[in-house]
């Protein structure tokens, strides 16, 4: 479908948002040009908005006039605390911190709407609400924007966001009913040995190799799930022990725990726990584990990603997939805490580089086309016009 002049310069406004915050990228609640500069572009398009929501988020609202559904639309603000490698003219110029997961695409799409929108709004019923949410790689950024009133003092009735990802060509989506994403629960296990001297054992417990036996043990957990389950355990660190003539008496276990079912994350906490202390206890140490709460599974509305499906066939290149994931992506987002509170939907945007190669997601050559935003801002569009178009 060919862009309208609305579309058109909403496409142009989606590119240079999207570059001058890759350009300048901020960590978790940190978005305060991010803020200022979506905050311009909602001044000149004359579109009313919250600011300071949950700290440096954006809540903007276009109100058609003509009664209607309350629709709304999300995109994250924050960055990552990784140092660009890229060669685009316009990569990071903050030491350490880039947009290695797309959030500056999703912004750019969701300002490039309310601008679009505003534009057709003769052509629309009821209320857009255009949340701009910060803090989302913090592990609690869209709870904050819902603590803080920014879906319930609009009225809000259903959400839809969209989420980049690399391994899927750029003109294509990805979706599923239910399930789309997993939980992602931090673990840490703390082993306390007892210190002693390299050349006598026999007085200490070294927690460094009953760290080792647990993260042994913790290997085959998964295992004991149906086989149907879909989950991961994986050990991303083990430290402990500082000189190389000393027995160390502590040391430390983290790594992440993925499920999609909440039965299996609780057995597996629980096995976790127990498997843990079984170990350490056998080799005379004592081990204590914590567990951090991730986001919950992201479960998308039937109704709202049928929506989705019906939008994306009318607006993608008859060339284009529209991929029905068999199983939900082990990733993790907290869009999930909407849908808790209203129906929502969230579905995958192509932003794969055609014959290239570039680094996945929280890497630092991540490298999206920048063909997905027409994609993103296209298909947004069309669920748009599909949930609050005049009939």
Do not use: W
Request: aromatic letters at 4%; charged letters at 20%.
């Amino acid at each position: 479908m060919a862009p309208t002049d609305a579309g058109s310069a909403a496409l142009a406004t989606a590119v240079a948002v999207r570059r001058s915050i890759h350009q300048h990228p901020e960590l978790s609640f940190e978005e305060h040009r991010t803020a200022r500069l979506i905050r311009e572009h909602l001044d000149r398009i004359g579109l009313p908005y919250r600011a300071g929501v949950a700290g440096t988020g954006v809540v903007a609202t276009l109100d058609t006039g003509r009664p209607g559904p309350v629709t709304a639309f999300r995109a994250d603000l924050d960055a990552l605390p990784i140092a660009e490698e890229t060669e685009q003219p316009f990569r990071s110029t903050v030491a350490g911190v880039m947009h290695a997961c797309g959030h500056d695409m999703h912004t750019g799409i969701l300002l490039g709407l309310a601008e679009q929108l505003a534009a057709e709004a003769g052509a629309l019923t009821g209320t857009f609400v255009f949340v701009f949410q910060p803090g989302e790689e913090a592990n609690g950024g869209a709870q904050r924007v819902i603590d803080a009133g920014g879906l319930s003092d609009a009225g809000v009735e259903r959400i839809f966001a969209l989420h980049v990802v690399p391994e899927l060509p750029t003109g294509s989506i990805a979706l599923r009913d239910g399930a789309l994403t997993a939980t992602d629960d931090e673990f840490e296990i703390s082993v306390a040995g007892r210190e002693a001297h390299s050349s006598q054992p026999e007085l200490g417990v070294n927690a460094v190799s009953v760290a080792a036996r647990i993260v042994t043990a913790l290997d085959g957990l998964c295992a004991t799930l149906s086989p149907f389950s879909v989950a991961t355990l994986n050990v991303a660190s083990v430290q402990g022990g500082e000189a190389v003539n000393v027995i160390p008496g502590d040391a430390q276990v983290r790594g992440m725990l993925r499920c999609v079912e909440s039965a299996d994350k609780i057995l597996l906490r629980e096995r976790l726990s127990t498997t843990a202390d079984a170990v350490a206890a056998s080799m005379g140490a004592q081990a204590t584990v914590r567990i951090v709460e991730g986001f919950p599974p992201v479960v998308n509305d039937p109704d709202l990603t049928a929506t989705i499906r019906v939008a994306a066939r009318e607006v993608l290149d008859p060339e284009a997939q529209i991929v029905e994931l068999d199983r939900p992506h082990l990733g993790s987002e907290d869009f999930a805490y909407y849908q808790q509170v209203v129906p929502g939907a969230m579905f995958m945007l192509g932003c794969e580089r055609s014959g290239a190669t570039g680094g996945g997601l929280h890497t630092a050559t991540f490298d999206p086309d920048e063909g997905a935003l027409a994609v993103g801002l296209a298909v947004f569009s069309a669920i748009a016009h599909q949930v609050n178009g005049v009939t």
